[in-house]
């Protein structure tokens, strides 16, 4: 079958590599504008852009799909797919475009829809603490996310697995969904199941404006709060008065009653013990000071040894 595909980070990059691999003609694809990075400010590539142009297929970056869509859909009709696949692009697309091939436009959405539509469902999936999630592959319709579904695949959230490890899982997930999905709709069986629209909930962008951890909270909430914002942007708490990223938590069994939230019950070998809202505890496993780098509590309790609060 020939394929436009749209999309940009890793997530996307493994479904375009499987249908590739498929032997599926990828006749062009659309990526984000290259962006500055760090210091130097180099200019660096989309992952799914490094592989079009190791494979080499056409690539095509346009600021806004909305600003050129006379001229994406032109473009579109001359690459002349079958099909239209998205994938964590990150661009809303115009009527042109969704109209642009015979067998439509479907889309490789990392939650179980309706739940968590939007631009960050792996993340708020932990961050709520869901014990599943999973893709769906739907097809793309005007509004954020609502299409009709054509199937999807679950899979358990582990306890202390982060929003970067449960990433890495899904987008697998997703890319075999995808090809799966790309042969029903080849071979004509593929299904349409309308969303229930009024169980939708939204995943919004994430921002450092979720980072701050407060204390008061229950263990469990911080910990959801310290998975979820991996890899970006991190829960960051203050212990005996530094500032700290928190990469790696887990919650103890523990109660303690007699101190107040924040304080350190323990640090040792083991990590550093916080006392958490309603004398739960959550134990600190890695985290990182400000201009350091990421490491185990532990280690960094070697050469910052705390003693407990009163």
């Known amino acids: 079958m020939k394929i436009v595909f749209m999309g940009t980070p890793e997530f996307a990059l493994a479904s375009l590599a499987r249908l590739y691999e498929a032997g599926h003609e990828i006749v062009g694809v659309y990526t984000q504008p290259d962006k500055p990075k760090n210091r130097g400010m180099k200019m660096i590539l989309s992952p799914v852009k490094t592989f079009a142009l190791a494979h080499d297929i056409p690539v095509f970056q346009p600021v806004s799909l909305k600003k050129t869509e006379a001229e994406t859909a032109e473009q579109l009709r001359a690459l002349a797919p079958d099909l239209i696949v998205v994938a964590a692009y990150g661009k809303i697309l115009p009527d042109a475009v969704l109209q642009a091939a015979p067998l439509g436009c479907i889309n490789v959405h990392a939650s179980l829809l309706p739940k968590y539509r939007g631009a960050a469902p792996i993340n708020w999936a932990v961050l709520n603490g869901e014990r599943e999630t999973g893709v769906t592959i739907m097809h793309v319709a005007p509004e954020l996310d609502a299409g009709d579904m054509i199937l999807a695949g679950s899979t358990e959230i582990g306890e202390n697995e982060t929003a970067a490890e449960l990433y890495d899982r899904l987008k697998v997930l997703g890319a075999e969904l995808l090809l799966e999905a790309v042969e029903q709709i080849q071979a004509g069986t593929a299904p349409r199941t309308p969303q229930d629209h009024a169980a939708s909930t939204y995943a919004p962008m994430l921002s450092k404006e979720l980072s701050p951890v407060d204390w008061n909270r229950p263990a469990g909430e911080i910990h959801n709060q310290v998975r979820g914002l991996q890899p ?41 013990a916080v006392v958490c809202g309603g004398g739960t505890v959550l134990c600190i496993r890695e985290l990182q000071v400000q201009g350091g780098k990421r490491m185990q509590a532990s280690a960094y309790l070697l050469g910052h040894p705390m003693e407990p609060d009163v």
Do not use: M, Y
């Open 232 to 272: 970006w942007p991190t829960a960051c708490g203050e212990i005996q008065g530094t500032t700290f990223k928190i990469h790696r938590t887990c919650v103890s069994e523990e109660q303690e009653e007699g101190k107040r939230p924040g304080a350190v019950l323990r640090a040792d070998k083991n990590g550093i």
